[in-house]
């Protein structure tokens, strides 16, 4: 299975720091995604870095993605309680993938007030 | 209302039952999944469909059936409920194209199985 794995599987911290989470993977892509679940509810995208891209920005998210090892991570500045969720990467089969995407396990961000 | 949208959106049933679960999608995408996801597992696919009366299954298909007869609905029928089924269901879909396939998720089934 070419199935992603987040790192750290929980992780707590203060409203006002950063959060970070990485994600490994195992076989080529075209893209990596992340995507968002609160309790109770679906999955929502957040972010997609295509396999030619480092670094991209969108609002406090900034993901980074290095090919060569096979990672990508996601960096959540100024956190809010809001942010409280899990967070999922997920990434496409590369060149014969279609359109399935592969989830790793997630997640777990607690921010307390 | 525009989206996607899945019923029921919780179930009990008794082994053995047939269970059906709708998907129902208002953008015409031409993909749709369906995934289930389970502690320590996080998502995995069960079927997906790349257009109308095309599917192919995914990762745990083993115990499902899934036909996609129009472009926007998509079941998926568990034809004899076992207790391993027990499990949160959610339908996805996203466009035909590849270079951003963004997949937008419906609010999930939470179907439990006695």
């Known amino acids: 299975s070419q199935q992603g794995e987040e790192d750290p599987q929980a992780l707590s911290i203060q409203e006002g720091e950063n959060a970070t989470m990485n994600c490994s993977y195992k076989?080529?892509?075209?893209?990596l995604q992340w995507y968002r679940q609160n309790s109770g509810r679906g999955l929502v995208h957040l972010i997609l870095i295509r396999s030619n891209e480092r670094e991209k920005h969108s609002g406090r998210l900034r993901v980074t993605l290095d090919t060569s090892k096979k990672s990508s991570s996601l960096l959540i500045t100024a956190s809010r309680a809001a942010d409280t969720a899990s967070y999922f990467c997920a990434t496409d089969g590369g060149t014969g993938g279609g359109n399935k995407l592969t989830f790793g396990t997630g997640t777990q961000l607690k921010v307390e007030l | 209302d525009a989206g996607i949208t899945q019923s029921p959106r919780y179930k009990i049933t008794e082994t053995g039952r047939q269970v059906t679960l709708m998907c129902h999608q208002t953008w015409s995408h031409s993909y749709m999944f369906w995934y289930r996801q389970d502690l320590g597992h996080g998502l995995r696919l069960i079927y997906y469909s790349a257009a109308a009366d095309i599917t192919d299954k995914g990762e745990v298909p083993d115990g499902y059936v899934v036909s996609r007869s129009k472009t926007e609905n998509f079941p998926l029928t568990l034809e004899s409920a076992t207790r391993s089924q027990t499990s949160v269901y959610f339908c996805?879909?996203?466009?035909?194209?590849?270079?951003?396939?963004?997949?937008?998720f419906g609010p999930g089934t939470r179907l439990t199985v006695l």
């Open positions: 076989t080529s892509i075209n893209n």
């Open positions: 996805a879909s996203s466009s035909r194209d590849r270079s951003y396939n963004e997949q937008f």
